[in-house]
């Protein structure tokens, strides 16, 4: 059905299809959509069964609106956000674009949120059925970054499985400073020491910045092990890797997404995991849309993984197909559960 569809809705304005979206998932219009389950790609997070890795990234669902409607669509998880302290507008339109020669988006989106307390309000008021993930980041004028990560701890803590620290969108400036190392240490020891004022036990999660330079992955690796995190999210998206793209937008300023972004991502997915040896998870993302992309996100070190872009150009049924998809690879190599192969190809 999406495919009939797609060339109609890339007629519009790549915003206004995300909106038309959120609110066909609000009014329940759910495709028919069978969703396999198989007890080789099922897996635990934080003590809670799911029965696929799959997790839609942050960015779809910024502001809690849908997230059960994407679990009956077949994700393992959703994570929500970026959800900013005070309600902000973002950058101005147009902010998103397609590349679709190359199966990608460029966003300057700029953390657009309806705010800490109108989205907690909501995540309260319905109850999630899976896992969710809450990101939260600074406002645009805020005088007080760190401080602004401290306000949305206390508004989420007790409200999500997880809370991701986004330090790495291209499009809030100078945001990307957060993974200097002495920086991520005091932001990291803040959220600690907050955690602890609020006698909460919330995991925490990292998504860093694909364009990290090689003698940062260490350092940053480093702080993240000082601290115990939960997860270290690979990658958000890139403001480089330009130069081969066809369509024209790509020299539209923003944060790159999809295709382009798979073997980037994989590299570094695979570099930490090197370093990080499985003592905290990796959350694979970047250009996924397949069972055989899942795989090799898997292969290199994440144990879960997340799309967005991909369900752009998929379309809705994108989790079911992956799902089949990873099962019969799986299956084909005699492979029981996902679990065995995290960072195989190491």
Sequence with gaps: MFSKIRSLIFKLDPELAHSLAIKALKLNYLPNNYIKKDSSIATEVLGKKIFNPIGIAAGFDKDAQVYNSLFKLGFGF????????????????????????DEALINRLGFNSLGADSVSLRIKSSQPNGLLGINIGPNKETKDRLEDYVICMRKFHNVGDYLTINISSPNTEDLRTFQNQNKLDELLSALEKEKNNLKSSVPIAVKISPDIQEHEINKIAEVLQKYKIFAVIISNTTDQNRENLKNINKLEKGGLSGKPLEYKSNLLINKFYKILNNNIKIIGVGGVDSGKGVYEKIINGASLVQLYTGMVYKGPNIASKINNELIDILKKKGIKNISEIIGSKN
């Design 78 to 101: 959703v994570e929500v956000g970026t959800v900013t302290p005070l309600k902000q507008y973002g950058n101005p339109k147009p902010r998103i674009f397609r590349l679709e020669e």
